[in-house]
């Protein structure tokens, strides 16, 4: 079963969103991480915490370097994408994102989870968890086949980033 062995978890979202910052508060104190930076714009991170594999992937490149990024979802197991909740003005953008990340096969077939976090909730004029939801389209989705779920978070500080992680381990149990 999928509560066996080891589960690759691939984070994702557009530059700016507060991935890096928000996974620090993932990160085992002393995790090796490996950086590599395969192309210019283009950046990779890998660190493992318990038996969660975590790949992070920053899409800010967009389809510039979509090759390059596909072939991450082979073998990975959930997905956590990251939204700035602030920026209303890239909200139609990260939807794009989130859209082609909910087209793979991978995610269609496999009832794979979907935790989105929601960030910088801490800031004046941040969206709500439901008008995210809205934005991004996560509505409209089936949770039978996707289940999903958003998260709202600061990442200065930590604020959510357990909750959500303890969620997305619960639903791949
Ligand atoms: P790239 O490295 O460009 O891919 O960005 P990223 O997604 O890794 O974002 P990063 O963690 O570098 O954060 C971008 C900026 O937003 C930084 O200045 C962070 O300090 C800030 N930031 C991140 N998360 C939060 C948050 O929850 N609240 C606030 N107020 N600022 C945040």
Known sequence: GRSRGNMRILVVGLD????????EHIKPNKASTFEATPTVGFQVQEFAKNNLNF?????????????????????????IFVVDSTDRV????AKEELEEVLKHDEVQN???????????????????????????GLSGLNDEQTP????KSNALVGLGVEEGVNWLVQTLQ
């Open 110 to 136: 496999s009832g794979m989870p979907i935790l989105v976090y929601a960030n910088k909730g801490d800031l004046p004029g941040s969206m709500s968890r439901q008008e995210c939801a809205d934005e991004l």
């Open 16 to 23: 700016n969103s507060g991935k890096s910052t928000l996974i």
């Open 55 to 79: 790949t992070v992937i920053d899409m800010s490149g967009q389809s510039r370097y979509r090759t390059l990024w596909e072939h991450y979802f082979c073998n990975v197991h959930a997905v």
């Open 148 to 151: 999903w779920h958003i998260e």
């Open 90 to 93: 890239r909200m139609c953008v």
